[in-house]
């Protein structure tokens, strides 16, 4: 049905020409999928872009031909291709929150697809909008007509670009990365409703996504691309059990699945023995009835419902919940960047939230609980270097100045691997992989006891994230560090963790050591959770 | 992107990483921006250099050679007094930038302080301190500065102070919109666990980060500030007579297009639209070189 022919893209740039794309094929068949794999950088969306024609300014098909049912996409006008864009290939974005104007409600946005492709009159638009809401499944159609974008949840507005896409019944459907900062159940149900509506229809699909668990559950194809190649091609079983290209082999080793340990998600020649670290029976940090309680419009909206839970010296203890379930809230209250509102958190013995959080950077504690942040762009100050960054705990808390302080940031930019070279460049001039390096060697300048850890490999790609998990395994055996892992992916949370907490609407709904937790899961919550989560296959040599 | 671990890129400090090389990369990305400098020093060179080197005292009269026309002897004519038109506009320069330079400083310091505030901390502060910044906002603005000068006084600081006051609002809403979006920020939460107390983390992460929108905030002010002096002038406030500004020579110049010495107001208007021009120019290259990001 589509066919791609040698296609590359180029990119004109200030730092010259950039090829995004550099002669791909690759055929989509009727009523088939096909993944594509890659991770950030690899030209897996560019690809998409090219074939829809809605490249960025400055970027331009170079060579190639790209054909749909016959009619050559490259050549055809402007004119042709708004006809085909929507009836014939649509589209799901990433952010569906974006793709989605906000200020319409999402029925009208639903019925201006279905006028512009003449597939409705001004008469019967608004059911013809309500049966497309109903086709993704969305309960009680007719009332979520008139909502806005902002008044549903992410899932939900997922849900309305689907129905948009899908309004016009086009034949391909292109989704790229459309599960990503969904919850993981969210995920599964928006998964499955777009498996089973393309293959209700018979259409074909094009899944752009860098998770290959993802991609071997939902596609009947793969290819895997790499800084704009493909560099394999095949079926997910097979590609996952008997990776031909090196890279493919990488990405499987990297995806954190059932029986692999941290370290098998390394290449099998970068793998050491994994470090043992010690649990001490004394307790480090023992919460009791935390409560945060947010004044909200329609009364208080309680965060977290008084919980209790304690993390042992040297140990790591898993937060897992969704969005919305409090686990946020409790880490940044633990490590005294929110007040609870009622509750204790002793550290050491010592209760730490007895100390309001506006005054506590001058609290002898201050340096013994920091952080991870969930998004490593986020958490450097654009203006400051890489070493800046690094600097600012040990001078500000340690007093740290001039040539000893250079020198505990070189060594601590060794400990998290990070080249010196490196250390006088601006967050911008850093790789995601970087920067969450700079994040963590700040974290640990003052080598605390207890490192909050809030979803530190959300933002990264599948072989960094391996690299950044190993990383905080190997620290945390060197320094004897506690860690509070916050994470919505079960998967990360078994490999790094000794005992895990699933929270759900502000309240632990379920506890206990990672491994029975997760092998025989007591709450009905928590099975769903590790039911949501991709299988992919298990390698055989692993 | 790929796995750093391995890879040791060149340990040589690229040319665009010290601020010197980023300031000459940013004039050279741009000629306009080269431009806009060159005018810069050339008004800079004017107002420290003016009085110097200009060829009449700028106050002399000579009552012989009143009105006359552009010529060898007086480049932009003669006034009504026998004045050096060419000499007083080039003197005027270190009045009327030191007018608009203070001005705009002065509001970009206050503006900066009441706008980090009322971001970072909002709630009540925020509100009141918008009311007031609205209540100046609710004047024409230069009337407002009309009645500043006309209740304190005819003297260069009360332009100054009235210039400031009505640019105060525009700085202070930009800082306190960029304030506020960035108090959440993970870099500003990662600060505070550094161990920097709330007014540091606001001064010293946060507000840094509003300066590039700030840049073009005041090089267009600077613009404004020098024809809101000039307009003073013109109607009678502030600067007075003789002392030579734009706004007072295009005010009594005018006087005399009507009988067919243009010469008399054309220049100093013409000196005083390239000095906006010049500002106006500046903003981009000026936001481009506060800007870290720009150092690709």
């Not at chain 1, 068949?29 to 594509?36: D, H, P």
């Not at chain 1, 974005?93 to 001004?122: C, M």
């Not at chain 1, 290449?267 to 919460?287: C, N, Q, S």
Request: glycine content about 8%.
């Amino acid at each position: 049905m589509l066919s791609i022919k040698d296609l590359s893209v180029a990119f004109k740039t200030r730092k010259g020409e950039v090829n995004a794309v550099r002669g791909i094929s690759l055929d989509v068949a009727k009523g088939k999928t096909l993944g594509i794999v890659g991770e950030s950088g690899s030209g897996k969306s560019v690809t998409s872009y090219a074939l829809m024609r809605i490249l960025d300014a400055g970027g331009e098909i170079r060579t190639g031909e790209v054909v749909y049912g016959g009619i050559d996409l490259r050549a055809a006008s402007e004119r042709d291709m708004r006809d085909i864009r929507g009836r014939e290939i649509s589209m799901i974005f990433q952010n569906p929150r974006a793709a989605l104007n906000p200020i319409r409600r999402v029925g009208h946005q639903v019925e201006d697809v279905l006028i512009q492709h003449a597939q409705a009159t001004r008469q019967d638009a608004n059911a013809k909008a309500i049966a497309a809401l109903e086709a993704v499944k969305i309960n009680d159609a007719a009332a979520r007509y008139d909502a806005y974008p902002f008044e549903l949840s992410g899932g939900m507005c997922q849900r309305i670009v689907i129905a948009i896409a899908l309004a016009c019944k086009p034949q391909l459907l292109i989704a790229d990365e459309p599960t990503t900062g969904l919850d993981i159940t969210t995920q599964k149900a928006v998964m499955d409703l777009v498996g089973d509506l393309t293959r209700e229809r018979g259409m074909g699909m094009i899944l752009i996504t860098h998770d290959l668990g993802l991609a071997s559950q939902y596609c009947d194809r793969i290819v895997v691309m790499k800084d704009g190649l493909i560099v394999e091609e095949g079926d997910p079983h097979k590609l996952f059990t008997d990776p031909q290209h090196a890279y493919t082999r990488k990405l499987v080793d990297a995806t954190p699945r059932v029986g692999a340990s941290i370290r098998n998600l390394l290449p099998p020649e970068t793998r050491t023995a994994e470090p043992a670290h010690k649990v001490h029976d004394r307790p480090l940090l023992e919460v009791r009835d935390l409560v945060k309680t947010y004044p909200g419009k329609s009364g208080p909206v309680q965060a977290v419902k008084s919980i209790s839970f304690q993390i042992k010296s040297g140990q790591s203890l898993g937060l897992v919940g969704e969005s919305g379930s409090g686990k946020s809230t409790t880490s940044e209250m633990v490590v005294r960047l929110q007040d609870p509102t009622s509750g204790n958190i002793l550290f050491d013995g010592q209760d730490i939230a007895a100390t309001a959080s506006a005054r506590f950077m001058r609290h002898p504690m201050r340096g013994e609980i920091q952080m991870v942040f969930q998004d490593a762009t986020d958490s450097l100050n654009p203006r400051g270097t890489a070493a800046s960054a690094i600097a600012e705990p040990l001078a500000r808390i340690a007093k740290m100045r001039g040539s000893k302080l250079n020198a505990r940031v070189a060594e601590l930019a060794e400990l998290v691997g990070l080249p010196q070279p490196l250390l006088s460049r601006f967050p911008h001039q850093l790789s995601g992989g970087q920067k969450a390096r700079v994040g963590i060697a700040r974290a640990i300048a003052l080598e605390p006891k207890l490192l909050i850890l809030d979803e530190p490999t959300a933002a990264l790609d599948v072989s960094i994230q391996a690299i950044v998990l190993n990383l905080l395994v190997d620290l945390r055996a060197q320094m004897g560090m506690s860690y509070l892992f916050v994470s919505h992916d079960l998967n990360v949370v078994r490999l790094l963790c000794d005992e895990v907490l699933v929270m759900k609407q502000g309240e632990i709904v379920d506890r206990g050591p990672t491994a029975s937790v997760m092998d025989n899961p007591s709450h009905t919550y928590t099975r769903s959770l590790i039911e949501a989560a991709p299988q992919p296959p298990n390698p055989v040599a692993a | 992107m790929a796995d750093m671990t391995a890879s040791t890129p060149d340990t040589t400090r690229r040319k665009g990483d010290t601020t010197l090389g980023h300031i000459v990369y940013v004039l050279r990305d741009n000629p306009v921006t080269m431009l806009a400098f060159a005018m810069l020093a050339f008004f800079l060179g004017c107002a420290f250099f003016g009085p110097a080197l200009v060829p009449y005292d700028p106050l002399a009269t000579n009552a012989a050679r009143a009105l006359e026309a552009p010529s060898w002897d007086h480049w932009f004519g003669t006034d009504n007094l026998g004045r050096d038109v060419f000499s007083r506009v080039i003197v005027a320069t270190r009045l009327d930038l030191t007018i608009s330079v203070a001005a705009v400083a002065l509001s970009f310091v206050i503006g900066s302080i009441l706008g980090s505030i009322a971001g970072y901390w909002g709630g009540w502060l925020d509100a009141a301190l918008n009311r007031c910044l609205d209540t100046i906002m609710a004047f024409p603005l230069f009337v407002l500065a009309m009645g500043v000068v006309a209740a304190l006084g005819n003297t260069v600081e009360n332009i100054i102070y009235a210039t400031a006051i009505i640019n105060i609002p525009f700085y202070a809403r930009l800082v306190r919109a960029e304030v506020n979006i960035r108090r959440h920020s993970g870099f500003a939460q990662a600060a505070k666990l550094a161990g920097n107390s709330d007014l540091r983390v606001l001064a010293v992460h946060i507000f840094p980060n509003s300066l590039p929108p700030m840049m073009v905030q005041v090089s267009l002010n600077l613009g404004w500030a020098i024809l809101n002096a000039a307009g003073l002038s013109f109607i009678g406030l502030g600067v007075a007579p003789p002392t030579p500004e734009w706004g007072i020579m295009v005010a009594e110049g005018a006087n005399f297009i009507v009988s067919g010495e243009w010469w008399l107001a054309v220049f100093p208007g013409l000196w005083l639209m390239l000095a906006v021009f010049t500002f106006n120019l500046l903003g981009d290259g000026l936001r481009d070189i506060v800007d870290p990001r720009k150092r690709t």
